[in-house]
């Protein structure tokens, strides 16, 4: 499995990356296996190296699992329901215009070096993280417009920005905004990698050694986890190792062995084994953009709408999860995964229908060629897809849905490149297609993908219909009001086909049996203050 | 490789009619490893050239439905984790395998002996800096100049063979160089001057042809490493796209599937280790004929 070290849109769109909940009907792990007991140790790996061990800093699941640990949010999202509910913050206050945000904070959080956490804290904190810009390109993204947090009183902070930020609610339930402590946020972003990280979470982090480990130890005096834990007051588990081993095979038999209690990017091929051999392999999909195809619509052939619907048609979904992937993963059947906020059903238009995919491709003069890719004025039907290996299964995938777009007579080239090259690859736009996915549980991650001042991997211009809904659910704090727009912008990229969504990237962790209530959040990475082992 | 081999073992046996008959059958006969050798050399070669004569499946498109099936009568090899005969894709890779192997031996070949030349024939300070550069080569290791080339030029069958081509030019160059120190001042050399022919005629006709018996068995020599760097960087993904299959592309898609499916990595893996050995093997018979070859100096 590749590493994930990123920069700032590459962060967004592997966010992903390799991990797991509930929510596809996988169960729960452990749960139910008796009265928690405090103490003891877990042993996690993970299956790259972190790189950094600043949430604020960083993007990928590998480096979230030890990092969520250390740092709570204003508030938390519940992964059933999607509702926002309190964790620092007491409650709060959004304004109409969905521009200012007033936080209560509870009074008796303290970071682990002593210091309160209050609203200078969060000033502090969402200060530094605009500042840092694309050292930290998630936080700093959800504070696009940032005019300044008020200090109203000790406890009560008002955050502001220039234009309506629908989304900046929900993102504050990320590790992206976690609240670190000044000794943290004075320091320069490098400094803040392997150490000097300073938080109020459930753990304190011990050690970082880079390729190697990370070590976190409990906080005794926590006191102030989120309303959604199971149990209140310190972490059960005393310790938490956090091993890094790459290969998937490796971690696999680390786990059978007992030398580490769970192992996070299960390959699909490794999950019947661990399921018969007394395991639980637990999953949830990830909530935000499925895998999929997105076109580059600067380039001639698919700046067709014709020839995307084509291709949209000709990937058989069911088959590359079938194939490639486990029962634990569902083919895309939306613009979004259906964990996400706002998530619209449009399975109806995500068909496998290669006949009329062909009508479509010969009505646009796509004529089939003498070695059967289509030909139209003499240009052959090659399609370019630039992909990264952020995740185990993606040259299977692509390999399978080359041979299903060749059916149709399209000649799909893949050009894989490294992850740290991946951002500055797209940027140059030398492809039809990129290959990607972007974990987050509000639909604004839509906006921070297809909008045209952002990410924009389609490159869409200025103005199109599909940018107006982008911009109209994140002008509004209305939850109905936002889910209309959101479900207008999902409708609009399938039916333009701008983006080919073909599965839900699912987390899939492999555990022990004497692991138990390993929770997942509602972005699908781990949360283990209510972590028991028996 | 087979018919050269056959051409430079040949002159040993000299004699007439039946007896060298005889004799090259006894040759034969009392190395049966070279035999063996010799075959499956020129099974791989035919397989590169003429893939359809081997097996008639589609290397690139599987049937999703009879993924990982172990080796039969079907499938030699077993099918990938796509469906995909594994034997066919075997045999398709050894083109492209085959086909960076030889190119980043002619490369290291044709270069490293235009550098040994030079400096073999012009002495002097050419010498000294050209053999310097390649002391330089020499002292940084093979594996790791040929990963630093390969980033730099980017992915692909053609890059990975420059790549692996530049470690070996230097020791081409060196032995170029003392071949050609031995011939240069040898008195059919010196005649060619004295009847005025020119220094780039003389080197091209009379210096090169007889420096050149012991680089071209180091070309041989070459191929098995050569064989073997190419698949390793193949291996770390430098090589063929997916879904082109090459060998260590092959080796490297089946690891994680070790404990699953042992035919993915296996099959192909004993492949190139057989065509390595047996590589080394002729080169080595070349090399023996060669050294009982050379013939005194007039």
Redesign the interface.
């Known amino acids: 499995m590749a590493r994930r070290r990123l920069a700032l849109p590459a962060v967004l769109l592997f966010a992903a990356g390799a991990l797991a909940a509930t929510g596809c009907g996988a169960s729960e792990s452990g749960a139910g296996g008796g009265t928690p007991e405090a103490g003891g140790e877990l042993t996690f790996a993970l299956a790259s190296d972190p790189g950094c061990v600043d949430p604020q800093q960083q993007g990928n699941n590998d480096a979230i699992y030890p990092a969520r640990q250390l740092v709570d949010s204003l508030t938390d999202e519940d992964p059933e329901t999607g509702d926002i509910v309190p964790w620092l913050a007491e409650s709060w206050e959004v304004s109409e215009d969905a521009r200012s945000f007033t936080f209560h904070i509870r009074d008796d959080a303290t970071f682990s070096d002593g210091t309160p956490v209050d609203a200078e804290a969060v000033r502090a904190n969402f200060d530094s993280i605009v500042e840092l810009g694309a050292r930290a390109a998630l936080g700093s993204s959800y504070l696009a417009g940032y005019e300044g947090t008020t200090v109203d009183d000790t406890h009560t902070a008002t955050v502001t920005f220039a234009e309506p930020n629908g989304q900046f609610l929900r993102a504050t339930t990320t590790f992206s905004l976690g609240l670190l402590a000044e000794a943290t946020t004075s320091l320069p972003p490098e400094e803040r990698c392997t150490d000097n990280i300073v938080g109020s979470g459930p753990f304190v982090l011990d050690e970082y050694r880079p390729n190697e480990v990370v070590v976190e130890t409990r906080r005794e005096d926590y006191a102030w986890g989120s309303s959604l834990w199971r149990h209140e007051g310190p972490a059960y588990l005393e310790r938490l190792t956090f091993e890094v081993i790459p290969?998937?095979?490796v971690r696999?038999?680390a786990l059978r062995s007992g030398q580490v209690d769970a192992i996070g990017g299960v390959?699909p091929?490794?999950e019947a084994?661990l399921d018969d051999g007394g395991f639980t392999v637990q999953s949830r999909v990830n909530p935000g953009l499925p895998f999929g195809l997105t076109a580059n619509i600067s380039r001639p052939a698919v700046s067709d709408q014709a020839v995307r619907r084509a291709v949209l048609l000709a990937i058989d979904r069911q088959?590359v999860v079938?194939?490639?992937l486990s029962p634990s993963f569902r083919p895309a059947t939306s613009t979004l995964a259906h964990t996400t906020d706002t998530y619209l059903d449009l399975s109806a238009e995500l068909t496998h229908d290669t006949a009329e995919a062909e009508r479509l491709l010969d009505e646009a003069g796509w004529r089939p060629g003498p070695d059967g890719v289509r030909v139209k004025d003499g240009e052959p039907l090659t399609l370019t897809v630039l992909w990264a290996e952020n995740f185990?299964p993606n040259?299977?995938a692509?390999?399978?849905i080359?041979?299903q777009l060749?059916a149709i007579g399209v000649d799909l080239?893949?050009?894989?490149t490294s992850i740290a090259e991946f951002t500055a690859l797209r940027e140059e736009g030398d492809f039809d297609y990129t290959w990607g996915n972007a974990t987050r549980t509000d639909p604004d991650i839509l906006r921070t993908q297809f909008s045209a001042g952002l990410v924009n991997v389609a490159r869409l211009p200025d103005g199109s219909p599909l940018e107006e809904a982008l911009q109209a659910q994140n002008a509004v704090a209305d939850p109905e009001a936002r889910a209309e727009h959101s479900a207008a912008a999902q409708r609009l990229v399938l039916e333009e086909a701008y983006s080919v969504p073909v599965f839900e990237l699912t987390t899939v962790l492999g555990i022990a049996d004497h692991v138990h209530d390993l929770d997942f959040e509602a972005s699908s990475r781990i949360q283990l203050h209510d972590t028991w082992v028996s | 490789m087979s018919g050269r081999a056959v051409r430079a073992i040949a002159p040993a046996l000299a004699g007439t009619g039946g007896a060298r008959a005889r004799r090259a059958l006894a040759f034969w006969a009392r190395r049966p490893g070279l035999v063996a050798s010799v075959l499956l050399i020129a099974t791989v070669l035919t397989a590169a050239v003429a893939p359809g004569l081997f097996t008639s499946q589609d290397p690139l498109t599987g049937v999703p439905a009879d993924r990982l099936l172990a080796p039969s009568a079907d499938h030699l090899f077993g099918t990938d984790q796509l469906g995909r005969d594994l034997f066919t894709r075997t045999v398709h890779g050894a083109a492209e395998s085959l086909r960076a192997t030889a190119l980043a031996v002619g490369l290291g070949l044709v270069v490293g002996s235009a550098f040994g030349l030079v400096a073999g024939a012009f002495g002097g300070l050419v010498d000294d800096a050209l053999m310097r550069v390649a002391d330089v080569l020499l002292s940084i290791p093979a594996l790791l100049l040929s990963l630093t080339v390969v980033t730099a030029l980017g992915f692909g069958t053609v890059n990975v063979a420059i790549a692996v081509g530049v470690t070996s030019v230097a020791s081409f160059a060196r032995i170029m160089r003392a071949e050609v120190i031995r011939v240069r001042d040898v008195g059919y050399v010196e005649a060619a001057y004295a009847s005025g022919v020119r220094r780039p005629t003389v080197l091209l006709r009379h210096v090169l042809p007889n420096a050149s018996g012991p680089v071209l068995v180091f070309a041989a020599v070459e191929f098995g490493t050569v064989l073997l760097a190419v698949s390793a960087l193949s291996f770390l993904g430098y090589g063929a796209q997916p879904p082109e299959p090459e060998w260590g592309a092959l080796v490297s898609d089946g690891r994680d599937y070790l404990a699953t499916a042992w035919w993915l990595t296996t099959l192909p893996g004993l492949t190139i280790a057989a065509t390595v050995l047996a590589a080394n093997r002729v080169a080595r018979a070349l090399e023996a004929e060669e050294t009982q070859d050379r013939e005194p100096l007039p």
């Open positions: 290969e998937s095979g696999t038999g390959a091929q490794d084994g088959e079938d194939t490639v185990g040259e299977n692509l390999q399978l080359q041979q060749r080239t893949l050009r894989s």
